[in-house]
Nanobody, 127 residues
Framework: QVHLVESGGGLVQAGGSLRLSCAASIRTFSNYAMGWFRQAPGKEREFVAAINRSGSRTTYADSVKGRFTISRDNAKNTVYLQTNSLKPEDTAVYYC????????????????????WGQGTQVTVSS
């Protein structure tokens, strides 16, 4: 059974930063690509960032490129999302997800590419 637990969300002023973490209970964490998605009230879930198994490849949504950084520590079974220069439109529930499909360089950008999901952590950015 795979469990993903996000943490690090909260309330922050525009321009501020948060570091989100996702701890994974996966025996072979390094075999999984990891991704972050978000869903704002009344909107569909959207892709934020993804990282391949080793951390050598990352990909970002255009809306967060240059502001957010995804990283992982395979020794700690944890993936991170450093969010900087936050904007009110970044307000959403942020979810991490794990993918066991695809090759070594895979870092899926769509929800169906992922096998497991966390419960989410709320990020609220005030103006």
């Amino acid at each position: 059974q795979v469990h993903l637990v996000e943490s690090g969300g909260g309330l922050v002023q525009a321009g501020g930063s948060l570091r989100l973490s996702c701890a994974a209970s996966i025996r072979t964490f390094s075999n999984y690509a990891m991704g972050w998605f978000r869903q704002a009230p009344g909107k569909e879930r959207e892709f934020v960032a993804a990282i391949n198994r080793s951390g050598s490849r990352t990909t970002y949504a255009d809306s967060v490129k240059g502001r957010f950084t995804i990283s992982r520590d395979n020794a700690k079974n944890t993936v991170y999302l450093q969010t900087n220069s936050l904007k009110p439109e970044d307000t959403a529930v942020y979810y991490c997800a794990a993918s066991n499909s695809g090759g070594y360089y895979a870092a899926p950008r769509t929800g169906p590419g992922y096998d497991y999901w966390g419960q989410g952590t709320q990020v609220t950015v005030s103006s």
